[in-house]
């Protein structure tokens, strides 16, 4: 729980469980170096990407290991109501 908990406070990353298909929306949103933001999308569990906006290829390669190791968790946390709500804080 600490993990995604991290994640969510450094990262920026915003999590939403879709009903009623059950997918989960990743939203990440960055500062950029020119006062405006960097963004992308992903839907797990399918890990589709969608509206990458500022991103590099080597920092999506970054974000995709980084939700790819941790999409367990955030799926959990969001079936969950989110990770506020997780039992082991």
């Keep these: 729980m600490a993990l995604v908990h991290l994640l969510v406070r450094i990262f920026g990353l915003q999590i939403w ?4 298909h ?5 939203y990440i949103e960055t500062p950029d170096d020119e006062g405006g933001f960097c963004n992308a999308t992903c839907w797990l569990p399918d890990f589709r990407w969608e ?3 500022g991103y590099t290829d ?11 190791d941790n999409a367990h968790l955030i799926i959990e946390f969001s079936q969950e109501g989110g990770i506020l709500n997780a039992t082991a804080v």
């Design 22 to 26: 059950g997918s989960v929306k990743v």
């Design 51 to 53: 509206n990458v906006n």
């Design 17 to 20: 469980k879709c009903e009623p």
């Design 58 to 68: 080597e920092e999506m390669q970054r974000w995709n290991k980084l939700i790819r």
